[in-house]
Structure formats: C-alpha cells, structure tokens
C-alpha cells in the first residue's frame, strides 16, 4: 500500500491477556518506530528498528513489552498480560533510513484493557 | 538532558484568526526540527523540516520559524480554519551516534465556527 497500515485498528482484551499488534511499513524504509499515546497525552517512544542493526529497545516500558521485525518488513508489537495501565492507542511509523528523516505514522491501534 | 517544551497546551480560537504555536528545546547536537499535525484520531503528519541553517519555512497557510541560536521555534497558522483543530508536535532530531528524537507534547488547537 501507499502508507503505513496497522491492524487491527482497535482492541479490546481482558487484563492479563495477551495481545499482538501488527505494523506494515511504506515498502523500502528501512527504518520502523513503535509509539504509545495515553488519551490527551504525548508520543511516548517505545521502540527502533533500523535495519539489520540491533533494534533500540530504550523506551519499552515493562518486560511485558517486546517487538520484532520479520525480514526487514512487517513488525508486531506483543504485549504479554497486559494491564488496564496499557490501554493507549499504539502507533507505528517508518521512514526510508534513519530516525533523522521525516516518520509516515499508521493509524494507530486504540487498545483498550478492561 | 534533551528536551522540547511546548506552548501553550492547548488553544482555542475563531475560525478565520492566525495563531502561534512556541517550542523551545534544549536538544543538542541539533540536526533538525520538524512540525506534525495529528487530526484527532489518526497518526501524525509531516508539515515543515528545518535544518540549522533554515530560519523560516512555510506550507501553505502554516509557517514555521527557527531561532537556532535562542534554540526555539514557532509555528504560524494564518487564516485558520475549523480543519486546522488538531494536536501540533514539535519534534527535534540530534545530530549524534544514537540519532535520538524528542518529541514535545504538542499543543491542542481547537478552531471554532
């Protein structure tokens, strides 16, 4: 497609399950972000992808959180046991090389623990 | 420590106005400055880039400025309209091994009819 895609565009889970969110980036970057955004609040950075070099984990805030990228494309975002703490709308973006470089946000996943 | 603050957090104003958006960053080596509108309920969107160099930069009805030595910007919207309410983001790209980015909060602008 044209721009970044995200599925699915909204979630609703049981605290404690677990969830997985899906991210396809514009085809050629090679550079893939994860954010959380809290209602009314600020981008929150979660995690980089840049190509082969060892993603940039800094900003995942639990051992809850990880991320994977699957040969250089799509990436998934899993959240394991998730708590009522993590209901935020998740956004991926990708920019052609590096994190220098203007990001093309998804639309987001509202995902929402009950 | 890198960091943006923006101002004010939120701003309302009639249809037809101009406002300006301020970000002030402490964010060094800088390398780029750059104004995402995000419409309530999507994810940002790219509206201006500028590089040290670039003091003043418009898109259409929006210009943005840099003072790269006061270390702030501004955001300009001229004419506005009840499409511009949305959040504006002012994000900061440094110029170093980690490339890091900062993003401030942005700034909450309602338009009014």
């Known amino acids: 497609g044209a721009g970044v895609s995200q599925s699915p565009s909204n979630k609703v889970t049981e605290k404690g399950k677990d969830v997985e969110l899906r991210c396809d980036p514009i085809?050629?970057?090679?550079?893939l972000y994860w954010y959380r955004q809290s209602l009314g609040q600020g981008l929150e950075f979660l995690i980089y992808?840049?190509?082969?070099?060892?993603?940039?984990k800094s900003g995942l805030p639990s051992d809850r959180f990880s991320a994977e990228r699957t040969g250089g494309s799509v990436s998934t975002l899993t959240i394991q046991r998730t708590q009522q703490e993590d209901s935020a709308v998740y956004l991926c973006?990708?920019?052609?090389?590096?994190?220098?470089?203007?990001?093309?946000f998804g639309p987001g996943t509202r995902l929402l623990v009950l | 420590k890198n960091q943006v603050e923006q101002s004010p957090q939120s701003l309302i104003i009639l249809e037809g106005k101009n406002c300006t958006l301020q970000?002030?960053?402490?964010?060094?080596?800088?390398?780029?400055l750059r104004w995402y509108k995000q419409d309530t309920g999507r994810g940002p969107v790219s509206l201006t880039i500028?590089?040290?160099?670039?003091n003043t930069k418009s898109n259409g009805r929006y210009t943005a400025t840099l003072d790269a030595d006061t270390k702030q910007s501004s955001l300009h919207i001229t004419a506005s309209q009840l499409s511009d309410s949305a959040s504006y983001i002012c994000?900061?790209?440094?110029?170093?091994?980690?490339?890091?980015?900062?993003f401030g909060k942005g700034t909450r602008l309602h338009i009014l009819p």
């Open positions: 973006a990708s920019s052609f090389l590096n994190r220098g470089e203007t990001q093309y």
């Open positions: 085809s050629g970057h090679t550079a």
């Open positions: 992808f840049q190509g082969n070099s060892a993603p940039d």
């Open positions: 970000c002030n960053y402490t964010v060094s080596p800088f390398s780029n």
């Open positions: 500028m590089t040290f160099s670039e």
């Open positions: 994000v900061v790209s440094a110029m170093n091994r980690d490339d890091k980015i900062i």
